[in-house]
Nanobody
Framework: VQLQASGGGLVQAGGSLRLVCAAA????????MGWFRQVPGKEREFVAA????????YYADDAKGRFTISRDNAKNTVYLQMNSLKPEDTATYYC???????????????????WGQGTLVTVSS
């Protein structure tokens, strides 16, 4: 699975962005998907995850209530809608995928096999 993330940019605090991750390959609908983020000098951290059907989702505490992960299996695409952005959300955001035998989500970066190239989100105060 090849992943291409886009949608990052510069936004003021309180604003919104929608990240898009487009996947190439026939197995997208069999993949659980996740979004992670990383700032220089820090570990890549979990943001949100979604099961292969889209029924189940899971969020990091800081993302709950502000971010929404969704997917469109017909378009091989996963989204991350980010609202009420804060300066501390500034990071490079990565989408990730892994084949899943069940309709589960995963929140550990070690459980993902495939990674996109990242898209930079900058939130100004």
């Amino acid at each position: 699975v090849q992943l291409q993330a886009s949608g990052g940019g510069l936004v003021q605090a309180g604003g919104s962005l929608r990240l898009v991750c487009a996947a190439a390959g026939r197995t997208f609908s069999s993949c659980a998907m996740g979004w992670f983020r990383q700032v220089p000098g820090k570990e890549r951290e979990f943001v949100a995850a979604i099961s292969r059907s889209g029924v189940s989702t899971y969020y990091a505490d800081d993302a709950k209530g502000r971010f929404t992960i969704s997917r469109d299996n017909a378009k091989n695409t996963v989204y991350l809608q980010m609202n009420s952005l804060k300066p501390e959300d500034t990071a490079t955001y990565y989408c990730a995928a892994r084949l899943a035998l069940s309709d589960s989500y995963y929140y550990s970066r070690d459980e993902y096999y495939y990674w996109g190239q990242g898209t930079l989100v900058t939130v100004s105060s």
